[in-house]
């Protein structure tokens, strides 16, 4: 088959206003194909590259592109000028200066923005911002913004948050304690350091697991929640009935405050998607109880056990990390470590052991001595001087 180039030197009418060479075919141009083009506000110059494509000319701006012969026998062609010239008056709508198009992504274009900064977005949303529906936004003038409110509160930004959660990020403390922070609460100071603060945040605290019982009504209900004084919390501050029974069923140490109220939301989320028949509506108990959350039925006590296991494993697992990152701290700090670990009947009493670091894998529960049963209160003696 024979095929010749064909460009703005051949006395034919131009394919390229670019000057780009087409490879045109022999083949015939049917009637056809040139009336169906021409009701679509196209001419057909030539067939190019192979049978299947022709070289059509826009009747509104005159530029040349390609296309298949069954786009133009069976749709409607686009001209990718008049689509690109739509484009840049959109950008200059929305107050952008158009980059151009993305090459490796036909819906993505990139734009410069009034700061400065160049950005990738897609064109349906930049139309959107040219409505004025939404705004855009430049992730580096927004990093830089955080970065200083972060520093007005002696936090340093190190990143987005690792879980993934696009309202919160990852900062470290001036003491060198990194936590995750709400933007919103770190913008305005809302927040304390879990590692050297004051606050209930900083301090040890405790998920615990109530079952309250209320005999003259029959309700029959298990919460779940957090707290640095489980009794003194149902004892003072749920406004139960004073006939009402409740019983401690299980405490979980949490080093920080900020740590018990993290994994009991993140539980209270899991349990939500995962168990919603296991939730009471708040319609039921909100004149029994100073709550508006956190309530269960009795039937998902072993769910809500199984939860409390799943954060205790975490959490034990949280340690095991965190004081095998000290193997290399000073002396002082790794005699303390050695004897905390020899006073603690559950821990390895060999150092090595200690100082090996775990397996990146599924959390493991550590194994428990059969002479030595698990007090799932010890916080009854503590604060109380209550037994089990």
């Not at 004084?229 to 009935?241: C, E, N, S, Y």
């Not at 039925?297 to 697992?317: A, G, N, Y």
Request: charged residues 25%.
């Amino acid at each position: 088959m024979l095929k010749t180039n064909f460009s703005l030197s051949d006395d034919l009418t131009p394919l390229s206003v670019s000057d780009l060479p087409l490879v045109v075919h022999p083949g015939k141009v049917h009637v056809h194909w040139a009336e169906t083009a021409h009701a679509k506000r196209f001419d057909i110059l030539a067939r190019v590259r192979d049978r299947l494509h022709v070289a059509l000319r826009c009747q509104s701006c005159g530029d040349v592109h390609v296309s298949r012969v069954s786009v133009v026998m069976t749709a409607q062609p686009l001209c990718p000028h008049c689509v690109e010239s739509r484009w840049r008056q959109t950008a200059l709508t929305a107050g952008l200066t158009w980059r151009g198009r993305d090459p490796e992504h036909r819906h993505y274009a990139y734009y410069g923005l009034p700061c400065g900064h160049d950005v990738r977005r897609q064109v349906s949303f930049v139309e959107r911002v040219a409505s004025g529906t939404v705004a855009i936004r430049c992730e580096n003038c927004l990093v830089h913004r955080e970065e200083a409110e972060a520093s007005r509160f002696g936090w340093q930004r190190i990143g987005r948050d690792p879980q993934g959660n696009a309202n919160y990020r990852l900062y470290r403390h001036g003491c060198g304690h990194e936590q995750r922070i709400a933007v919103a609460n770190l913008r305005w100071g809302q927040c304390d350091c879990a590692g050297c603060g004051e606050s209930w945040t900083a301090k040890p605290s405790y998920i615990y697991l109530l079952d309250i019982r209320h005999p003259q009504t029959k309700r029959h209900y298990l919460k779940l929640g957090y707290s640095s004084h489980p009794v003194k919390r149902h004892k003072h501050q749920l406004g139960l009935p004073k006939n009402a029974t409740v019983e401690v069923l299980r405490v979980v140490a949490m080093p920080t405050g900020h740590d018990a109220c993290a994994h009991e939301k993140a539980a209270h989320a899991r349990l939500s998607r995962q168990h919603p028949e296991a939730l009471v509506p708040n319609s039921e108990y909100q004149a029994f109880m100073n709550v508006v959350s956190e309530i269960y039925r009795p039937v998902s006590l072993s769910i809500l056990q199984d939860t409390l296991d799943r954060i205790e494993v975490e959490i034990t697992d949280a340690v095991r990390i965190r004081n095998s990152d000290t193997a290399a701290a000073p002396p002082q700090t790794t005699s303390r470590i050695h004897t905390d670990a020899r006073n603690n009947p559950e821990s390895q009493s060999s150092t090595a052991l200690n100082n090996r670091s775990p397996a990146r894998g599924q959390p493991r529960r550590r194994r428990r001595p059969m002479t030595d049963p698990r007090d799932p209160n010890p916080i009854l003696r503590r604060h109380w001087g209550l037994t089990r």
